[in-house]
């Protein structure tokens, strides 16, 4: 159930039950109700996700995060999926999809493929079980693991690499029969699993466990915004910070009234991809061996050749994933950039939602170099049929790192801060403002 805390209903509850949290996209001040089991509250003014309430909220994500990680050990131990074309087989394993293209001399590839869907989600799901258990235990390190885990959150692609063996198998589904082994059933688990543990820990209950929520020395009202009251948020476990307080008193990590030079550091990343979407393009992804001929493609010639053999949803994905959500994001974020230059008026009401769906987004242009990673690790009948990673697949890989990178160095709170020669005694009220 969502539960918007509007500020009548905010003023329905006791100061006693309430508690005053600072949203991180808009930077408003504004009562939390205590929440009862399964509800959730969003921000009354972006509408950010700023606390829930779990049932079971310790066992029911180390069940998740446990299973996860035990369906991720049999993916690794079985066949996956198995090609049958003009009387040849191959197989693949899971660890393939890195291994293959280690060997094909794709060094940087093969690492990056191997933390997106084994590294980075394996620590993610270990990282959630030892929180949980540290709600049971006092274990040490709790601080610096829960810092880490939300800081690897992003680059956990297991439902993009899911996506990826669907668009593989649609390609190959043509001119092979394909078998899907035990552990391509164990991956599918893992996915689901891994997501649902990701649902059920919230980042607000889970470090009120771990220390309680510091009283900001300040008195600070509900319905104005952080920086006209002069006080800060941390972004790494949501504690109010008064400005003049250098650390967060619960977590201990250094908080910038804003992201240190954000939209310096979002254009110099943003322009880095602009100039290699060039390259990226131009740059062959993938080259397929098919009797004996070679043939090099590029993002948009594989694209016009899987629409002309009528494979259009497939096509259609591809379009979408790999040309027009990296060239929007970016133009997108240049925009952000521009309108935190603007007044206040002048900005786009649902600019920080907007963000929000860029940077959700975004990551999903990623399916392409992983089908790549797939169709190499599963198509090897030397002469007969094979596929290898071209340089166009790194090169596209690091535009798609640049644009997440741009959208987490980017302060969405910028995009409600008055301009610096406005600031001065400037109050914000939630209820009359835009
Ligand atoms: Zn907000
Ligand atoms: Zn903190």
């Not at 180390?62 to 049958?84: C, D, I, K, R, T």
């Not at 919230?202 to 929520?213: C, F, M, T």
């Not at 990673?389 to 798609?400: D, I, K, S």
Request: charged share 15%; net charge positive.
């Amino acid at each position: 159930m969502l539960l918007s805390t509007t500020a009548n209903n905010a003023e329905q509850h006791s100061a006693a039950e309430d508690e005053l949290a600072l949203c991180p996209h808009c930077d408003l001040v504004q009562h939390l109700p205590l929440l009862q089991p399964g509800e959730e509250a969003s921000c009354v003014r972006c509408g950010h996700h700023l606390d829930a309430c779990h049932i079971e909220s310790v066992m029911r994500p180390m069940l998740y995060a446990g299973s996860a990680l035990f369906m991720l050990l049999l993916a690794n131990l079985f066949p996956f999926v198995s090609m049958f074309a003009a009387g040849n087989s191959s197989e693949m394993n899971f660890f393939d999809t890195s291994s293959v293209l280690f060997q094909q001399h794709q060094q940087w590839l093969a690492i990056l493929v191997w933390l997106f869907i084994q590294a980075v989600p394996a620590a993610c799901m270990l990282a959630i079980i030892y929180l949980k258990l540290g709600m049971l235990y006092r274990l040490p390190a709790r601080t610096w693991v829960a810092r880490v885990l939300y800081m690897l959150k992003p680059w956990s692609m297991v439902d993009i690499f899911l996506m990826g063996l669907i668009i593989s198998f649609v390609k190959l589904v043509a001119d092979a029969d394909i078998s899907l082994g035990p552990s391509f059933w164990a991956f599918c688990l893992f996915c689901l699993l891994h997501l649902r543990a990701f649902q059920v820990v919230d980042r607000r209950e889970l470090w009120s466990k771990i220390a309680p929520n510091p009283k900001p020395q300040l008195a600070a009202h509900a319905g104005k915004s952080g920086l006209a009251q002069n006080v800060k948020l941390c972004k790494v476990c949501t504690a109010m910070v008064p400005v003049t307080q250098t650390h967060c008193s619960r977590c201990h990590t250094k908080v910038p009234l804003r992201r240190k030079a954000s939209v310096q550091n979002t254009l110099a990343l943003l322009l880095a991809a602009t100039l290699l979407y060039i390259p990226a393009n131009l740059l062959p992804i993938m080259r397929t061996i098919s009797f004996g001929e070679t043939t090099d493609s590029t993002i948009i010639s594989g694209l016009l050749l899987m629409w002309q053999d009528g494979a259009y949803p497939v096509a259609i994905i591809i379009l979408i994933a790999s040309v027009l959500v990296p060239v929007a994001k970016i133009i997108i974020m240049f925009w952000l950039c521009y309108l935190t230059r603007l007044p206040l008026a002048q900005r786009q009401r649902y600019s920080t939602q907007i963000y929000r769906l860029v940077d959700w987004v975004g990551r999903w242009s990623m399916v392409d170099v992983l089908v790549v990673a797939i169709m190499a690790a599963l198509v090897r009948f030397d002469l007969l049929m094979s596929v290898y990673p071209g340089v166009g697949a790194l090169v596209f890989a690091a535009v798609v790192i640049l644009t997440m990178l741009a959208a987490l160095s980017f302060d969405p709170r910028l995009l409600w801060d008055p301009l610096p020669e406005q600031q001065k005694g400037v109050r914000f009220d939630a209820a009359t403002e835009r």
